[in-house]
């Protein structure tokens, strides 16, 4: 009988999802605690919304939709139609079924339970195995700096279409934004086996749980080793502006980019088979490499990919 496996993966939207499903399909629902970032939360028409949580609830639940890789599948926008014809804010897409979601957190929230209680009981209802833990119980937002002002993530990202040239970040609220207790514990925890940061943005998706207080200082001194997957694929980000950002920031756009962000908390680091003109400058950086298809398109390529990153880990001890 093969022994329980105890993972912690830091996620953030699409491409996080991505990969933390196919840790779901190959892990018990007790061992996989995926920590997913809440920099992009904002309120929006009196509701908060969390669009990294709701991705990575969607993918497990297997209702996201597929042609997107965030929202709901099957779903039907009556209530976008309605609200443009009262002449409401209708740049951020709400689809029906995915309003019930976010009513629902408002409500509780308002109630005072906490996000973390509101996403463990939406998990169980949607029948999600695995624990998806908000980095925080405490608002943080993520801002984007840029050549034309300072804009909120979702302004940025949906409204404004990534289009503004990218200068900064900063992260309103992660002074007083305490990690999650669980997060800090899981990792002090000496039964750890391993953490894995997924191929999500490292700017926007990553940072916000880095910055948190302490959770910079117990990966240092985590026990368990720490991998990182590339969002990088043949010199482009996948989905998302990581790429662009990059550019933008006088960033060559290269998985060797990426690692020098974590390089002071890696153990390995998993390269995309398409980049292998790195492979050199990243076995300088970090002391496992290991070299993969990391283009997640169907569910046994997301499974095969989450096993071979398991056990590339266990021998980056």
């Not at 039907?76 to 609200?83: I, K, P, V, W």
């Not at 000496?190 to 700017?203: G, K, Y």
């Amino acid at each position: 009988m093969t022994a329980a496996k105890k993972i912690l993966a830091l996620c953030g939207g699409v491409g996080g999802a991505k990969l933390a499903l196919g840790l779901s399909h190959i892990l018990g629902n007790d061992e996989l605690t995926i920590v997913v970032n809440t920099g992009d939360d904002f309120d929006h028409l009196g509701m908060r919304i969390c669009p990294d949580i709701d991705t990575v609830t969607y993918t497990l639940a297997g209702i996201v939709n597929p042609e997107t890789g965030w929202g709901r599948a099957d779903e039907t926008g009556s209530f976008m139609e309605a609200l443009d014809t009262l002449g409401g804010e209708d740049w951020f897409y709400l689809g029906d079924k995915d309003l019930a979601l976010h009513v629902a957190r408002t409500h509780r929230l308002g109630a005072g339970q906490s996000l973390s209680q509101i996403t463990e009981s939406i998990a169980k209802r949607l029948s999600i195995g695995p624990r998806i833990l908000p980095m925080s119980d405490d608002p943080v937002a993520t801002m984007v700096e840029t050549k034309t002002g300072t804009l909120a993530f979702q302004h940025y990202f949906v409204r404004e279409r990534c289009e503004p040239k990218v200068t900064g970040f900063y992260f309103d609220g992660i002074d007083n934004a305490k990690p999650h207790p669980d997060l800090l514990a899981l990792l002090a925890d000496q039964a750890l086996d391993s953490v894995i940061i997924c191929p999500s943005n490292p700017f926007v998706s990553i940072d916000p749980i880095l910055s948190l207080a302490g959770v910079r200082e117990a990966l240092r001194d985590c026990p368990a080793p720490i991998i990182a997957v590339s969002p990088i694929v043949g010199g482009k980000a996948v989905k998302g502006p990581t790429a662009k950002m990059m550019t933008e920031l006088d960033l060559a756009p290269t998985s060797v980019e990426v690692l020098k962000r974590y390089r002071d908390l890696l153990d390995g680091f998993v390269l995309d088979e398409r980049d292998l003109d790195d492979l050199e400058q990243i076995k300088s950086l970090v002391a496992h490499v290991d070299v993969r298809d990391t283009l997640m398109l169907t569910l046994d390529h997301k499974k095969t990919l989450a096993r071979a990153i398991i056990e590339f880990s266990a021998g980056c001890q």
